[in-house]
């Protein structure tokens, strides 16, 4: 019974590896007969476990979603994945997830064995969260959009802009784009004909959703990049466009998600759409990044550069 048992836990823990095994392979790796691994196929859905099959030479098994969610069997390295991502959400950007995710952290801790409870802690005592202080978006409003972006189903709901005007928007998803910092909403605004960025924190869904819709090519054929793009021009005073004399591997690793729009140009250099609210702000940002630069656009941007240029250089002889 016990071998029995311990076999039923190797096969549940090979059927959540990957989406399907065939019946061969699975024998081959329990060390059992096909015949076995069929009892105890059977045997897990007697249990309750859904195990869809499918008969002749290219047929298996694959786990089924079910009812009920079946016990998760994670090697060492999911398991401290798993539980720095929820110490990472303490300070999420949605609403309650915070507690939500300790109760799921507390579950996890008291299971852990001792070797991975010495490097959980670790990285916890090595750890300091800065929480956020920014907007946060209730979750049943980013499944809600989550769901409808996959069903393809018009959303209808009232939205307040940044001026504080409420209006009712009806709109087809398209995705959900996170910057690091907020939720954004990717959608085509059927009123307005165009596409249009919205807060999903600013959202309030009407329920139901309107008619399925054709999905439509996204702009500029990206849609994280459009949304930075977008949001970054609402939000700086001055844009500019630099291209930093550095891989866009190593700079990707410096900026976060709203610091601009990154992108490739050539194999020792990359291009970054960056802003601020005044050109000191741009330059001083722009100047920390410690990489030489070329400032592509705008051209006051390079005259201010030119400004500075001659002050350091009479600060540095010692000049009036």
Same mark, same amino acid.
């Given at each position: ?5 311990? =076999?039923?836990?190797?096969?549940? +823990?090979?059927?959540? !590896?990957? *989406? /399907? ?6 024998? #081959?790796? $329990? ?47 999911e398991v401290v994945a798993v539980v ?34 010495? =490097?959980?802690?670790?990285?916890? +005592?090595?750890?300091? !969260?800065? *929480? /956020? ?6 979750? #049943?409003? $980013? ?6 972006v996959r069903d393809r189903e018009t ?90 004399h550095a891989p866009v591997e190593v ?70």
């Open positions: 019974m016990l071998e029995t048992s311990v =076999r039923l836990l190797r096969l549940l +823990a090979l059927l959540q !590896a990957r *989406p /399907g095994w065939s019946g061969a392979d699975l024998a #081959d790796r $329990l060390g059992v007969t096909t015949r076995t691994v069929r009892n105890d196929v059977e045997r897990l859905r007697i249990m309750g476990y859904e195990i869809d099959s499918v008969t002749g030479p290219a047929g298996g098994y694959r786990l089924g979603a079910g009812s009920a969610l079946p016990p998760l069997l994670l090697d060492d390295e720095v991502s929820l110490q990472a959400a303490a300070g999420s950007t949605v609403t309650g997830i915070e507690e939500t995710s300790l109760r799921a952290l507390t579950k996890l801790q008291r299971m852990l064995p001792s070797r991975l409870r010495h =490097r959980i802690e670790a990285v916890r +005592a090595a750890t300091v !969260a800065v *929480p /956020g202080h920014g907007p946060t978006v209730d979750p #049943d409003t $980013l499944t809600s959009i989550a769901a409808a959303l209808r709901f009232d939205y307040l802009d940044h001026r504080g005007d409420e209006g009712r928007r009806t709109a087809e998803p398209h995705r959900l784009v996170f910057t690091g910092r907020r939720w954004y909403l990717l959608a085509w605004d059927v009123d307005r004909g165009d596409w249009r960025t919205f807060r999903a924190d600013r959202v309030r869904l009407r329920t139901p959703n309107g008619p399925r819709f054709t999905p439509r090519e996204p702009p500029e054929g990206d849609a994280a990049a459009h949304v930075v793009r977008g949001t970054g021009s609402a939000a700086w005073r001055h844009r500019a466009v630099v291209r930093l700079m990707g690793a410096r900026l976060t998600a709203a610091a601009g729009l990154l992108r490739a140009d050539g194999a020792d250099a990359c291009v970054l759409e960056t802003g601020g609210d005044s050109l000191p702000t741009l330059t001083a940002f722009i100047t920390a990044l410690d990489v030489p630069f070329t400032v592509l656009d705008p051209p006051e941007l390079r005259a201010h550069l030119c400004a500075l240029a001659e002050r350091y250089r009479a600060a540095a002889a010692g000049s009036v």
